[in-house]
């Protein structure tokens, strides 16, 4: 009977030493598994050791984690709900997020380990903790010069008391002008974001930015605003797309990884402008390099190179509003796929026999096949340039509109004059072996507002 009494005794310490782990397991906040993590990924993320995050679930398999399975993080006392990560777009800032989701700012920081505010650049992703019983805040409002928190929160059927709260305002006095705001009344289809409420939307594509890529950037704006921008040191020009303005923008090949200011600006119908900034991060195309020897040093001789590409710099500078193409652009070759060489090759020009050499990158794609094979037009446009450089040989600019241009080198014949339309498919020439080469090919290259681009991307993509 004792011995009976004992084993009884005996199952219930090992049932409730058992089922402590699972109810502690309920207790912290948890975070979901995503696809491709890994333990110690997920260790990094929170800063916690592996054996930590083992003792806080006991029942965890570390080589075997399924997405969807619940991890607790152990060492956020006070916290609760679910981690769960979030991208940070073109338009978020720590303060509209922290609004947004109604986390404290200290708390976001600490999560995410951010030290300061420049290191919640366009692309990183971001712990949120989310609670059930917090609404995320979707609309936004931007006070205008002179307006106070009281004539907002009347616009939105709100009180300024709850706005200063909400908005962890000091007080109902400390709105400044331009600064956003979130309300928990009203409604607004648009995902809240940081921006300036003249901002309906704005994005930037692909991210993170990649030495060589076109950038694609996106705003919707407020009925009668319009928008502008500086990517890096590039002045923007948006066009009117599909219910967008849109602006095409090239990240230079020799630009140092890092992070980069991306500017919007939205003049409004008033004549007042809201502004947003943000850094957003710019990463290597990882290019190889490659020397090539010289025998004539005039080939890189500056009084010759400088004023040729400035002139074909000021050709292809300008913006034309009219956009010529609407598809994927077609391979200007006629073997379509065969390269002898690539966009963003890092060149070292040397001089034979000399310790002459200069620095630069291969501008463009160059093709396949020599002397005399056609040379298609790779999209409609204008022929803006169509005539013999030293350097560049015969060459023929075309200008797809949006700031976009193709330019092709070397040609043994230029068919096309300026001012003419081409049709995408087109001959515009021949290929041959004129200006500075060392052999028959031909060179393509595509500039995007201003600096060229991969041109690989331009026929493996439809812009926008
Ligand atoms: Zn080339």
Request: with cysteine; aromatic share 8%; hydrophobic share 40%.
């Amino acid at each position: 009977m004792f011995k009976r009494f004992f084993l009884f005794l005996l199952f219930i310490f090992i049932l409730s030493s058992t089922v402590q782990p699972v109810s502690a397991q309920a207790s912290g906040p948890v975070y979901i598994v995503q696809s491709g993590d890994t333990l110690s990924g997920i260790a990094v993320r929170f800063n916690v050791s592996i054996n930590d995050l083992i003792a806080a679930n006991p029942s965890l398999n570390p080589n075997f984690l399924s997405e969807g399975q619940q991890i607790v993080i152990p060492g956020l006392e006070g916290l609760t709900g679910v981690l769960e990560t979030e991208v940070i777009s073109f338009g978020d800032t720590l303060r509209s997020l922290s609004r947004r989701t109604q986390v404290s700012d200290e708390l976001l920081q600490k999560l995410n380990h951010l030290v300061s505010p420049t290191e919640l650049y366009v692309g990183i992703s971001l712990i949120i903790p989310t609670q059930e019983q917090r609404e995320p805040l979707k609309t936004r409002m931007t006070a205008a010069s002179g307006e106070s928190l009281l004539e907002l929160a009347v616009k939105q059927s709100s009180d300024p008391w709850t706005l200063a709260s909400i908005n962890k305002l000091s007080g109902t006095w400390a709105a400044l002008p331009g600064d956003i705001l979130y309300s928990p009344t009203g409604s607004s289809e648009e995902n809240a974001t940081g921006l300036p409420s003249a901002f309906l939307s704005a994005s930037i594509e692909p991210l993170p930015l990649v030495q060589g890529s076109t950038e694609v950037i996106r705003a919707r704006v407020q009925e009668g605003a319009s928008p502008a921008g500086i990517l890096i040191d590039m002045p923007l020009h948006f066009f009117q797309g599909n219910g967008e303005q849109v602006a095409l923008q090239g990240v230079h090949a020799l630009l140092e990884p890092g992070v980069y200011p991306l500017l919007l600006e939205a003049t409004l119908t008033d004549g007042s402008k809201q502004s947003f900034e943000q850094m957003i991060l710019v990463t290597s195309g990882n290019y190889s390099s490659e020397d090539i020897p010289l025998n004539d040093p005039s080939f890189i001789d500056p009084a010759i190179t400088e004023p040729e590409l400035k002139n074909v710099i000021s050709l292809t500078a300008p913006a034309t509003p009219t956009r010529y193409w609407t598809d994927v652009f077609a391979s200007p070759a006629t073997d379509p796929d065969c390269f002898t060489s690539w966009y963003g090759t890092r060149r070292t020009y040397k001089v034979i026999n000399s310790d002459v050499e200069t620095p630069g990158f291969h501008t463009g794609l160059d093709f396949c096949g020599g002397e005399g094979l056609q040379i298609f037009a790779p999209a409609p446009g204008r022929v803006v340039f169509a005539a013999p450089l030293t350097v560049r040989g015969n060459a023929t600019i075309i200008d797809h509109g949006w700031g976009i241009y193709s330019g092709f080198w070397h040609q043994s014949q230029l068919y096309v004059n300026v001012g003419d339309t081409v049709e995408q498919g087109q001959v515009i020439g021949l290929v041959g072996g004129t200006g500075r080469v060392t052999g028959a090919h031909l060179h393509w290259e595509v500039w995007a507002n201003g600096i060229q681009v991969n041109p690989l991307d331009w026929l493996n993509q439809a812009y926008p």
